[in-house]
């Protein structure tokens, strides 16, 4: 599975964006999909993640209400819709995708995910 994460810019504090994951999978609905995200010289950390199906998602704190995971299984795309925006919030968003189309217990972890795209810069400016 090949993912190519797009969307990101540069966008001031309240803002939104809407980043999107294409993938190249016959049936893009077995794979659970997964956004992080990494600061230079941080781990990369967990986002949101969201089921093969869509039925099931699951945020960070550090952006539960505020950001949005769903996914078009028809067109083989993940979207991180992500509303009032905070300084804190600039990295670079990856997306990643498992072989299970359910969340695993493990979905932190970044080893869990098999497949991963090439990042998406977000800068938000104070």
């Known amino acids: 599975v090949q993912l190519q994460a797009s969307g990101g810019g540069l966008v001031q504090a309240g803002g939104s964006l809407r980043l999107s994951c294409a993938a190249s999978?016959?049936?893009?609905?077995?794979?659970?999909t997964a956004w992080f995200r990494q600061v230079p010289g941080k781990e990369r950390e967990f986002v949101a993640v969201?089921?093969?199906?869509?039925?099931?998602?699951v945020y960070a704190d550090s952006v539960k209400g505020r950001f949005t995971i769903s996914r078009d299984n028809a067109k083989n795309t993940v979207y991180l819709q992500m509303s009032n925006l905070k300084p804190e919030d600039t990295a670079v968003y990856y997306c990643a995708a498992s072989d299970a189309t359910y969340i695993s217990s493990r979905y932190l972890r970044t080893g869990e995910w098999a497949y991963w795209g090439q990042g998406t810069l977000v800068t938000v400016s104070s």
């Open positions: 969201i089921s093969g199906s869509g039925g099931t998602t």
């Open positions: 999978a016959r049936t893009f609905s077995a794979y659970a």
